[in-house]
């Protein structure tokens, strides 16, 4: 073999070193944009269920708040029973003095009842109330979730972009060499 054989030889084998270099990158960036890819798919599917559970939330958050609304009828409801009560109850005492029994004040007699009802009302629109802000954090918290996996989708985009520049690098690489290699392999036989 003469010398210059021997150098067409060792540049050809460079350029091999080269294309299965450039080869070995460009499977690695493959593989790199397919987990990309598969990570992806499964952040879609977190995002349309945290949107799901988002939606569910914000439909009880409305039907909650609509009910805590009628909180001040409900109030005003309880004081016009109580005025009724008071004007019944002055009428059943006028009503009682033409009779020979012992009268009694309604308001009297009603008032425990009264008091267990406003206090059960009370309680039930305060749990109301409480309810109304767990499901509000709930929302919050989903949002800052959904955010999230909007911003790493985001940068699995942008790490594709980088994989796909890899590959077409690598393949530039691997057209050069195999020019490289048949220039070489001809000059070897020559």
């Known amino acids: 073999m003469t010398s210059d054989q021997q150098h067409h030889q060792d540049e050809y084998y460079a350029a091999k070193r080269r294309y299965e270099s450039a080869y070995s990158d460009k499977r690695h960036a493959e593989n790199q944009i397919s987990s990309i890819i598969n990570r992806r798919n499964q952040i879609i599917n977190q995002i349309n269920a945290k949107t799901a559970e988002r939606k569910r939330n914000n439909d009880s958050l409305s039907k909650l708040q609509s009910s805590s609304a009628k909180n001040s009828e409900v109030d005003s409801s309880v004081r016009d029973t109580e005025a009724k009560l008071a004007t019944a109850s002055e009428a059943f005492r006028t009503f009682g003095e033409a009779s020979h029994c ?71 690489t691997m057209n050069s060499a195999s020019w490289d290699m048949a220039y070489h392999q001809r000059c070897m036989n020559s």
Not at 115 to 131: E, G, L, Y
């Open 102 to 172: 012992k009268q009694k004040k309604l308001t009297d007699v009603f008032s425990e009842k009264n008091a267990r009802s406003k206090s059960s009302i009370a309680t039930a629109f305060s749990k109301i109330s409480s309810v109304i802000t767990t499901i509000q954090q709930k929302i919050q918290e989903l949002n800052g979730q959904i955010s999230a996996l909007e911003r790493e989708m985001e940068d699995g985009k942008s790490r594709e972009r980088y994989w796909n520049g890899v590959i077409s690098s690598c393949n530039s």
